[in-house]
């Protein structure tokens, strides 16, 4: 029987839907009790630079364009290299039963935790040693696909500088936004809709003035923005941008499903290869290497709790940006893989070699323009090239940030406290961060740096894992829910897709890349004999002690 875009589009919608209906509800009624009226981070700590009590509907566009960015799109598209059947199944059961419930737990926890990142609380609820383990992977995870998307996004612009005008139109209307929202009062909706008419506009204007810029031009700027981005308050810049972000990606997917619903076209890639065609990788671990975001990503823990938790205005909304928010994600990682379906074989194998951007940009046409005809294919291929763009800049942004962040929290973990406000520390941590990334870019090898990222990423959501059983103990909750996420991301994703790439880099010669995989797998090593050592040592008294707290904080 031959597969279509309706019959997979519509699994995927019913599998999400159950997803946050059935199994999110299960969580926040066994695991992660919502307790009204108990006072909020953003309230408590309020400094308006990274606490403060954002407007719930900016604040779920913002985190879900943080935690996507151009991840879930590159994963999509590249990881239908083993046919379209495990990469779909992947990010929708994936997604709900890991994915989803790691963002929520993590997000809820710093919640009641005062907002703090997850490296703090590791180091409060296992210890000192692995909290510090903790941020480094997840500064090292940011860089690996910072980095690839310095590259990618030096060479989309290059080859498609209509982009260029939209873009700068982008970044404008953050700001403009932000200001209005923030800072005059304007309703989210009117100042949104001044921002898409902005954007419309320069889209238009760009195909019609297209600015064209070199590669290492384009380089640069990326390098420079995200430490400016990353380094002003997020109200300015970060939140109202990503929330655009958002409107036009939901109106991208709505289009693209629509497309896959109306369309009704024949999946042409294969359903399963073991192999992959372009370099004979094999399906098992190298599918968890490739999709990261969209189904599972310790990394999230990162936006979750010191990005987004510090900015949740009330615990009601955590269900929904937390789990809800990753759920989205799966989504947008199906629109890079239906792109990605509906070409055959060998056109699919001669994009990927160029870069996963391309898949996203030929698919989504091929797909949009069957259902919306009157729209030239070269249109949409800018379309679906924009979309790409907006998020890869998004990743940019919200991971300078975060590794501005990480890298003081390890510094003053190992010397002296930083304050987060601090102004020449903020600048320079962020600096350094994106140096660091634009040296990683230009040493080549895309797709080996990519897929560094998830790999890294899967051992930091073991981490995640661990910390959520003993946050429950000590509350005195159940953990088996929690057990189960650790054992098989453990034995069936994160240990053995480590391993392999690191000997992958080996017989490749890659030695530069070889050490990671394998330095970060003894650290999570430690990482589970510090987190058993903690297991053994709660006492009944520490029960009662957090139960208390938890109880009538």
Known sequence: MQITTTTLTLVGVAIWIFGYLVISGYLQKVYLKYKPGRKVPAVELRDDVDFYPAHPTTLFGDHWASIAGGAPLAGGATGALWGFLPAFLYITVGNIFLGSPHDYATMHISMRRKGNTIGTLISDLISRRSGKMGVFLGWCSIAAFTATFLNALGKLFEATPQLTLPTIAFTA????????????????????????????????????????????VWFVIFTIYPIISASIPAWVLVEPRNFLNFVFMCVGALVLLIGCIVGNLPIQLPAVMLEAPTNGAPLWPMLFLTISCGALTGMHSFWTTGYTSRRVPDEKYVRRIGYGGEVLEGLTAFVAL????????????????????????????????????????????????????????????????????????????????????NAPAKW??????????????????????????????????????????????????????????????????????????????????????????????????????????????????????????????
């Not at 506009?201 to 810029?213: Q, S």
Request: glycine share 8%; with cysteine.
């Open 173 to 216: 209307c953050g700001v403009m936004m932000g200001f209005l929202i923030y800072r005059f009062g304007w309703s989210v909706t009117r100042a949104t809709v001044v921002g898409i008419a902005i954007v419309v506009a320069c889209i238009f204007l760009g195909l019609k003035y297209p600015i064209t810029l070199p590669h290492y």
């Open 338 to 421: 239906a792109s990605a379906a509906v070409l055959p074989l060998a056109l699919y194998s001669e994009y990927i070699g160029k870069g996963w951007i391309f898949i996203l940009q030929n698919g989504y046409a091929e797909i949009a323009g069957s259902v919306f005809s009157f729209i030239p294919h070269h249109v949409w291929a800018i379309w679906g090239g924009l979309l790409g763009s907006i998020f890869m800049i998004t990743t940019l942004e919200s991971g300078a940030r975060n590794m501005r962040i990480f890298m003081l929290e390890l510094y003053g973990m190992s010397a002296k406290p930083v304050s987060p406000n």
């Open 428 to 553: 320079g941590a962020a600096t350094l961060s994106l140096a660091a990334c634009a040296a990683l870019a230009l040493s080549g090898g895309w797709f080996y740096i990519w897929i560094l990222f998830p790999a890294l990423s899967s051992l930091l959501a073991l981490m995640s894992f661990m910390t959520v059983i003993v946050w429950l103990k000590l509350v005195g909750r159940p953990t088996g829910y929690w057990w189960f996420a650790l054992l098989f991301t453990t034995l069936i994703i994160a240990v053995p897709g480590a391993a392999y790439l690191s000997y992958t880099y080996i017989v490749q010669s890659m030695w530069h890349l070889c050490w990671i995989p394998a330095v970060a797998i003894v650290l999570v090593l430690i990482f589970f004999i510090d987190f058993m050592k903690k297991m053994r040592g709660i006492s009944p008294e520490d029960v009662r002690i957090a139960t208390a707290v938890e109880e009538t904080a």
